[in-house]
């Protein structure tokens, strides 16, 4: 589902409308989250995108769209990918490719060229304020637990106590070798 995202301390342009996972050519392609470039789209060119349906289905029209505004709006100077792709905003420009997000173009154009649709976005497309973890990257790992010690149940069984207290029985298959610099 899209969400409100806060972005740079520009009063003018505060928030971004985000997609919570890619939309377009080899994307998820969420159907909350297609709606929303749809609505973008559709605002954005207004009477010219009278065939994109605002129905949250990806298809060979709403590729179109994503491709044409990309041309557009690379055309008129931003350093933009035209991919037939909208990527979830992870800042203004990627990383990666050091282009602008197609999705934070798409927010500006909105807001400056019809204010009343980018002010109405959120009665007409589902917005979540709590969006889910960023499907490309992992959640970040829990914090290692810290062996305290390891004491020998028979020449196959080992028991790992943790420096939080928690215990864990180990049966070793083979052979094992326990030097002064630990495991080997």
Do not use: C
Not at 34 to 56: F, N, T, W
Not at 64 to 74: C, G, L
Not at 130 to 136: A, C, K, L, V, W
């Amino acid at each position: 589902m899209p969400y409100a995202q806060p972005v740079t301390g520009n009063p003018g342009f505060t928030v971004i409308y985000n997609v919570e996972q890619a939309v377009g050519l080899n994307a998820p392609n969420a159907r909350d989250d297609v709606k929303l470039v749809q609505y973008l789209l559709r605002g954005i060119y207004r009477e010219q995108a009278a065939s994109l349906a605002m129905d949250g289905y990806i298809g060979p029209i709403t590729v179109s769209w994503i491709k044409r505004f990309q041309m557009d709006a690379k055309s008129a100077g931003n350093s933009m990918l035209v991919d037939g792709r909208v990527d979830r905003a992870q800042g203004y420009r990627s990383s990666v490719s050091r282009t602008v997000y197609a999705i934070m173009l798409m927010n500006m154009y909105l807001k400056r060229h019809n204010p009343a649709a980018f002010s109405s976005l959120p009665a007409t497309v589902p917005i979540s304020a709590h969006p889910r973890q960023n499907p490309y990257n992992p959640k970040p790992e829990s914090p290692k637990k810290k062996v305290w010690t390891i004491s020998t149940r028979d020449n196959k069984r080992f028991t790992i106590t943790y420096d939080d207290g928690s215990e864990e029985t180990v049966i070793v298959q083979g052979t094992m070798f326990i030097g002064s610099e630990g495991w080997a």
